[in-house]
């Protein structure tokens, strides 16, 4: 038969009155006490890792380094505190107690406190919501408003204690002090500060739709005096930069000292580095706006003075030109008037008589020299033929003996003797008288 | 004309007289102007004589509706 088996449990039944056993609840509780009395007042710093937050606003979150992980939880009232953003990544000095999460069995740090580390808690939660916003756009110059040249009513949002207030109700009354001004009194530091001031910018915007154009907010001073960079902080809050670029009215920042910068002042439409100066550049000085004023007036007058003066001018030069013009144009005219009457004169049909009465006489005196010339031709060639002729004449040929017959009663000279018959009359002509015969024969 | 803003009708006059001192105008056009001129550079010393000194506060009364209450400037002094 084979050896019964050891029964375990028995063998300790020996020490079964000495041992405890606890339950694992007393053991979790009493590992609680222990971790709790131990690390109850801690400091740790680690790199954040995994955050989430679950709805009731509790974050859980964990602290590494390169060989450890330590897991965190932040309730809400702690992370109350807490300006800037938690992230990953970030290397922070945790302040809390170590306890045990009875229901997971897990321990934990409990952080009340949570500071960045190396660089201030302020400064980080500014330069996280400063890059926020900057992605945003609210700091972007195209969403910055024109200034009213001159305003009529100037809504200012700050403490009704304080320089501030004092010292911009001083420089309004020294500038132009007929201004009206409009307050809304805030908190501007402490509890309550950033929701107040981000309310009375509201207030001016909503007031301006109530009222009538006559009674419009013109544009807004937002400010206080100087003081900590926390009793600034209301100025860095997301709710009042989101409350002055959404406000319609032009803003003025006017934050504490020159070297102070808040969010503020990034989003507002115009920085200004003091209160006094703030009120400075919300309005011109009124003798400023009155000499400009009076200068324009002034440029008014003389601009129309110059204008008739420059017209008189070119009046006059128009005149003294037409006149001149006029002159010439006459003599011009009477050149030309002249030139024609010279002209004419030459054209007169009666100038052309002398010339004709030359040309005139001198063909009188050519017709006069030919005809003499032909005269005297003529003559010679009629003498010429007298002469000829009178050697012709049969007369002269009487006169050398010769004489010639005419067969009578007709007249008619005889040539040959055939031609007349015994018993007619003749006559014969001899040099001087004629004689009749009667024919007694022909042979 | 009555609405016109004070910067406006500043702007508007310092371009007239601009115009005018450029003087391309007939003389009808350039009268014109100047009476337009005259007109604003009314309204603006109107405007700047006629505004008179005063400081509110901006409270909110039960009902929630603004009011404007005068504010009393000792109040300030510490």
Redesign the interface.
């Known amino acids: 038969m084979p050896k019964a088996p050891p029964d375990l449990f028995t063998q300790n039944t020996s020490l079964k009155d000495n041992r405890h056993i606890y339950t694992v609840s007393e053991l979790t509780q009493n590992i609680k006490l222990v971790l709790e009395n131990t690390f109850a007042q801690v400091w740790v710093e680690g790199e954040v890792s995994g955050i989430g937050r679950i709805q009731t606003g509790t974050t859980f979150l964990s602290l590494k380094d390169s060989n450890s992980l330590l897991k965190c939880v932040i309730f809400p009232s702690n992370l109350n505190a807490v300006k800037f953003e938690i992230k990953d990544g970030l290397k922070v000095i945790c302040f809390g107690r170590v306890s045990v999460y009875e229901k997971t069995g897990q321990y934990q740090l409990y952080i009340e406190k949570i500071e960045p580390k190396g660089i201030g808690s302020l400064q980080l939660a500014l330069e996280q919501l400063k890059e926020k916003l900057e992605k945003e756009g609210l700091f972007a110059v195209e969403h910055k408003k024109p200034m ?3 305003p ?1 009513r100037i ?1 200012v949002v700050t403490s ?2 304080g320089a501030a ?2 010292d911009i ?1 001083k420089v309004l ?1 020294r500038r ?10 805030v908190r501007v530091q402490g509890e309550g500060a950033k929701e107040d001031i981000a309310q ?1 910018i509201q ?2 915007n ?2 301006n739709q ?1 009222v009538g ?1 006559e009674a419009q907010i013109d544009v807004l001073i937002v400010g206080r005096g100087g003081g900590s960079i926390e009793d600034l902080w209301a100025f860095n809050e997301e709710i009042v930069a989101r409350a002055i670029y959404n406000s319609r009215i032009p803003i003025i920042s006017a934050v504490g000292h020159e070297r102070d910068w808040t969010i503020a002042d990034l989003v507002a439409d115009l920085r200004a580095p003091t209160p006094s100066v703030a009120a400075e550049l919300v309005i011109p000085k ?1 003798e400023d ?2 000499h ?2 009076d200068g ?2 002034g ?2 007058r ?3 003075q ?3 003066l ?2 008189d001018e070119t009046m006059d030069d128009l005149i003294h030109r037409l006149s001149l013009n006029a002159g010439h144009i006459w003599e011009l005219n009477r050149t030309q008037c002249v030139s024609a009457t010279k002209k004419l004169t030459l054209l007169n049909p009666a100038a052309l008589i002398p010339q004709y009465k030359t040309r005139m006489l001198d063909l009188a005196k050519q017709i006069y020299v030919r005809m003499d010339h032909l005269f005297k031709l003529k003559n010679s060639q009629f003498f010429g033929l007298i002469e000829k002729l009178s050697s012709l004449n049969p007369l002269n040929i009487l006169a050398r003996g010769y004489s010639v017959t005419f067969k009578m009663p007709e007249g008619k000279i005889i040539k040959e003797a055939k031609s007349i018959k015994t018993g007619d009359t003749i006559k014969t002509r001899v040099y001087k008288g004629d004689i009749f015969s009667k024919v007694t024969e022909v042979s | 004309m009555a609405e016109i803003k004070f910067e406006e009708a500043l702007k508007k006059l310092e371009k007239i007289v601009e115009d005018l001192e450029k003087g391309d105008f007939s003389l009808d056009e350039a009268l014109k102007k100047y009476q337009e001129g005259l007109e604003l550079s009314r309204l603006c010393s109107q405007r700047l004589e006629s505004a008179k000194k005063k400081i509110d506060l901006l409270v909110k009364n039960k009902k929630g509706e603004f009011e404007l209450k005068p504010l009393d400037e000792s109040k300030i002094e510490e």
Do not use: C
């Open positions: 009213p040249y001159l009529s809504g009704l204690t207030i004092k109700l009354d132009f002090k007929d201004v009206n001004i409009i307050i809304n009194p009375a207030d001016f909503r007031l109530q154009m009124k706006v009155s400009e004023l324009f007036i440029g008014l003389k601009g129309l110059d204008l008739v420059s017209l």
